[in-house]
């Protein structure tokens, strides 16, 4: 009785079953695991190091963070002059990236009420974040700050990106 109501759940609210490898024996509901796919240390690496290169191109000093799918953070890097608030707002660009699965400044404006999902601990609506996806894999967010504009740590987030962007595509096949 107890899967009948979880299916009907899924069912009622849209939700697709994954086909997922389950117990032997049981009714076919409960996976044994799920695989979840997430950037290596290095790869992260790549993307952080990439964004800050690219800042540096544009003259200034800045902080990088990456976060996984859950949001965790995965590297963090700060420049030498980069000031150190620069270091909690580019994780709160990068978690806010990667939990709505768009750049932070496709995000600007679309909140107005005063009770809005920008009042949530964490979440950050400005530019400089961006989600790390290829092949249709979310894999988390990347997040810049320091630069005069959030459009330049957008640009040097896009940047780390691009670097491993080619590499997991090709993966993906």
Same mark, same amino acid.
């Given at each position: ?18 086909? *997922?490898? !389950?117990?032997?024996?049981?009714? $076919? ?6 695989? @979840?796919? +997430? *950037? ?6 790549? @993307?952080? &190091? ?6 540096? /191109? ?6 990088? !963070?990456?976060?996984? +799918? =859950? ?9 030498? *002059?980069?000031?150190?608030?620069? *270091?909690?707002?580019?994780? &709160? /660009? ?13 995000? #600007?404006?679309?909140? /107005? !009420? %005063?009770?809005?999902? %920008?009042?949530?601990? =964490?979440?950050? @609506? ?14 988390? $967010? ?5 630069? %005069?504009? $959030? #459009? !330049?740590?957008? /640009?040097?987030? +896009? ?13 993906? &096949?």
């Amino acid at each position: 009785m107890k899967h009948y109501w979880a299916l009907a759940l899924c069912v009622t609210a849209g939700i697709q079953m994954p086909s *997922l490898a !389950t117990a032997e024996g049981s009714s $076919g509901t409960q996976p044994l695991f799920v695989n @979840v796919k +997430r *950037l290596s240390l290095d790869t992260a690496l790549r @993307v952080a &190091q990439a964004a800050i290169e690219q800042c540096r /191109k544009e003259g200034v000093q800045v902080s990088a !963070t990456v976060v996984d +799918r =859950g949001g965790q953070v995965q590297v963090v890097l700060r420049d030498v *002059l980069a000031a150190d608030l620069s *270091l909690r707002v580019s994780q &709160q /660009k990068a978690y806010t990236a990667m939990s709505f699965n768009m750049a932070t400044s496709a995000l #600007e404006g679309q909140f /107005k !009420t %005063p009770y809005s999902v %920008p009042k949530v601990e =964490g979440v950050l @609506v400005a530019p400089g974040g961006v989600p790390i996806i290829a092949g249709g894999v979310s894999y988390g $967010g990347v997040g810049v700050s320091g630069a %005069p504009s $959030g #459009e !330049t740590d957008e /640009k040097c987030a +896009r940047a780390g990106v691009a670097a491993v962007a080619d590499d997991l595509d090709m993966a993906q &096949q």
